[in-house]
């Protein structure tokens, strides 16, 4: 155990639902590592939209997670709890977490934990394992993208899409990506995309048509849903597969299921905070193994856009919601 440990830290809380200001600061005792957790002192952590429902209180929260939100985090480990091997004091790592990302300490299973990757700093570290994790699961564990396929992402300068963006250019992808502004589109291009489509001025079925010689997309990954769910069964190649994370734009829809009979196509989403703990602990070793290398090989880049004390952690939100940010915002106590 790593000396100085505190009785007590400072957290946000969510004082009742509503808007970014019921995000306070609040004091709660440090946690003591369970059996197979490790106590980490926080560096930072992500902010993600999920947090956002949370605090408005339309997040379906699965059972056991804690009422601090917070998904990710990167920090230091200062206590081990019994049974836990792969790690030691003072290691940095990232963590997945179910909640408590928002605080100064927080009780992490051990098998949540990535190594901090060389070419990162500690405080980037701290966006990494909630898009990384959503990004593997679905696009490559779920709908199985593969090199030489065409990938359309939807919002590719969320979290998720800067991740999605890079990782699918570096497994042999053709990326496409759509983005709400010209400098968006500018951000997904910097980050590997082939081509990024601004939606408010180009029809994101056309261009990738265009792109693919009539032939449609193999793989979208979607966030946005609603009306985009035609037009994305539309775009689709034969045998193409669509995947959802959210439906920002709403999940009841009239389309045209007979293309997804005819084309053969496959439509599917997940949860990611709702997974068992060896779930999530399946997601980080296979990060480890296929996804971690390629930051030594300079494949990956970081992407967080703005960092903010703990104690504003209501600014954050309120970015967040303005949907000005490109790639990840942090909070660093
Ligand atoms: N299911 C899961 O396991 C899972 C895990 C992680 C995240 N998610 C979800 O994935 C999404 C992205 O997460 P994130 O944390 O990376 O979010 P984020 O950084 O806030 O990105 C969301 C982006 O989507 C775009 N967008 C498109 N349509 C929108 C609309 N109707 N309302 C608001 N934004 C819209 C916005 O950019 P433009 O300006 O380009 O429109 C916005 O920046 C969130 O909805 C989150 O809840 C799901």
New binding site residues.
Partial sequence: MLANIPATQTVIEIRQSGGPDVLVPATRPVPEPKAGEVLIRIAAA????????QRMGRYPMPPGAPDIPG?ECSGTIVKCGDGVTQWKDGDEICALMIGDGYGEYAAVPAVQCLPVPPSVSLVDAGGLP??F??VW??VFERIHLKAGETFLM??????????AIQLAKAFGAKVLA????DE?CQACRDYGADVAIN?HTQDFVAVGKQFTGGRGVDAIFD??G?DYIPRQIELLAHEGRLC??????GAKVEADFGAVQRKHLTIT??????RSVEQKAAIIAALREKVWPLWNSGKLRTFTYRQYPLAKASEAHRL??S???????LLVP
């Fill in positions: 992500g902010v993600n939209r999920a947090d956002c429902l998904l909630e898009t994790c959503t699961t679905n939807q919002g590719g300068t969320s979290g998720i899409g800067m991740t759509t983005a709400g502004s968006k939606y966030m946005v609603g959802f994370v959210a439906l920002m734009r989403g997940s949860t990611l905070r709702s967040m919601e949907s000005q940010h490109i790639g990840k915002i």
